[in-house]
């Protein structure tokens, strides 16, 4: 059950743009770039991110507003951009995928707090290795 479409906005007009100077630099956060499926509009999304397996280009993200918030759909449809720990890497690969396939990459209590919050799917970001 994907959170409120309420906190979602909430989030994009105030949470976002104080966390997204934190995201770019911090482990375990990062910005997604992409652009506007229509409009063509650049857009910025601080997300948390785990590795996968411990490999820094293959990485999973809650989708904690479902597979259909319009950045999961941006990047879907055209790609992007991740920006982690000040170095950005393009997206070679975008999927979303279940939770079985998620969450050995992530920690007990965050897998505790989605269970809790019914996250199902995620988006797993596989980053172009030519660009570390």
């Not at 809790?116 to 660009?131: A, I, M, N, Q, T």
Request: charged share 25%; glycine share 8%; proline share 7%.
């Amino acid at each position: 059950m994907p959170l409120p479409h309420a906190v979602a906005r909430f989030n994009r007009r105030v949470t976002n743009r104080w966390i997204e100077p934190i995201a770019r630099r911090s482990s375990g956060f990062a910005v997604v770039h992409h652009a506007g499926r229509c409009s063509g509009v650049a857009y910025r999304t601080p997300v948390n991110v785990f590795e996968m397996a411990g490999d820094p280009n293959d990485l999973v993200v809650a989708l904690t507003y479902g597979p259909s918030a319009d950045w999961c759909r941006n990047v879907l449809a055209g790609g992007g951009t991740v920006e982690r720990r000040a170095v950005v890497h393009r997206i070679a690969a975008a999927t979303v995928v279940d939770r079985d396939v998620a969450w050995p990459a992530l920690p007990r209590l965050v897998r505790g707090a989605l269970r809790l919050l019914r996250v199902r799917h995620f988006l797993r970001l596989e980053l172009d290795p030519g660009d570390a």
